[in-house]
């Protein structure tokens, strides 16, 4: 079988199908178009998210028998289409589930210990203590949207802090246990001194989180997002934080992201997305919460597992 990687991902995959019998090969540069032409010769595509498989790409490629995503969100392909054509899809949702709890936990005792703020100003010889005095996660009230891999794997991190865990899924549904609380919107909008999203992508999400979102609140709260960008409207963020609202932000992904997670600032920038960039209420981090050295070789292992076992 033939393997077209359109994406770099960990080269433990590459070598596990060519000792299989698989043959692979690179186009990690050529555009759509290009690709979608040249896919006709393969039989699987191993992608990440540099371009998206829509019903016109798939339906020119029906013959492929397989697309692997190395990472967990797939709304960068058609499933709908590739389901109805036979193709058959992999992701790897378990394998950066680590990762991103960590970077939430990582992200969150940063801004609130003022480390980056702190650092800077030690190198530039100036020592302030009382401004950089920090906050505790103990005592607050964290509300988790999302309790799939991510959400619960953060859930686990969260159960030694001392803290109340609130988690709300809309399509689970019997999840509580003796850390979590299974919660709605409403006990979440009453309660929460943190919000972290843990959702995909989709027509439900995108823009979920507006002003309106962000006003039902009942206290200021922070808010971390290592999901997906296009779920924060921008403008909506950078104005809560000017009003105190939102009291600080955790932010892995943006709204202005690429579909290829590529860099953000070609061309003109937002006036929100400049407000939050010189917020030091806000830390930042490139899209990497689940894209740790470990996870990056799990990625691949899982993917090598999964087509294996299902063309053995």
């Given amino acids: ?37 040249k896919a006709k010769d393969y039989e699987g595509l191993v992608i990440r998210s540099r371009i998206p498989l829509d ?34 899809c992999f ?13 939430v ?16 100003e030690i190198r530039n010889g100036v020592w302030q203590r009382e401004a950089n005095r920090g906050i505790e996660i103990m005592g607050k009230t964290i509300g988790i ?40 919107m ?7 001194d943190i919000l972290s999203l843990h959702i995909p992508q989709n027509e439900e999400t995108i823009s979920l989180v507006d002003d309106a979102y962000l006003n039902s609140f009942k206290k200021e709260i922070f808010l971390v997002n290592t999901a997906r960008g296009k779920i924060v409207k ?6 809560a934080i000017k009003k105190g609202k939102v009291l600080g932000a955790c932010l892995d992904v943006l709204e202005s992201e690429k579909s290829s997670f590529k860099n953000i600032f070609h061309g003109k920038t937002s006036f929100g997305l400049q407000e939050l960039l010189k917020s030091n209420r806000v830390i930042f981090s490139p899209h990497v ?12 292992q899982s993917l090598a597992r999964q087509i294996l076992l299902h063309f053995s």
């Avoid at 770099?8 to 050529?30: A, P, R």
């Avoid at 919460?289 to 691949?300: C, D, H, I, P, V």
Wanted: glycine share 8%.
């Fill in 186 to 192: 409403e006990e979440i909008f009453e309660n929460a």
């Fill in 91 to 103: 992701n790897a949702p378990y394998a950066n589930k680590n990762a991103v709890a960590e970077h």
């Fill in 55 to 88: 019903k016109d790409f798939l339906e020119s490629n029906a013959h492929l028998k397989f697309i692997a995503r190395s990472g967990s969100g797939m709304e960068n392909i058609d499933l709908a289409t590739a389901e109805k054509i036979g193709i058959k």
């Fill in 105 to 120: 936990i990582g992200m969150l005792l940063s801004l609130f210990n003022n480390l980056n703020n702190g650092d800077i």
């Fill in 234 to 239: 921008t403008e909506s963020l950078a104005l």
């Fill in 1 to 37: 079988m033939k393997v077209l990687f359109i994406d770099e991902v960990h080269d433990y995959l590459e070598k596990t199908l060519v000792k299989q019998g698989f043959s692979c090969f690179h186009d990690y540069f050529s555009s759509k178009e290009e690709i979608q032409a």
């Fill in 289 to 300: 919460a689940g894209w740790s050295k470990e996870s990056y070789l799990r990625l691949s």
């Fill in 145 to 184: 949207i999302g309790y799939g891999n991510n959400g619960s794997a953060l859930a686990e991190k969260l159960r030694s802090f001392g803290c109340r865990i609130l988690a709300y899924d809309k399509y689970k549904a019997g999840f509580g246990n003796d850390f979590v609380e299974e919660s709605n």
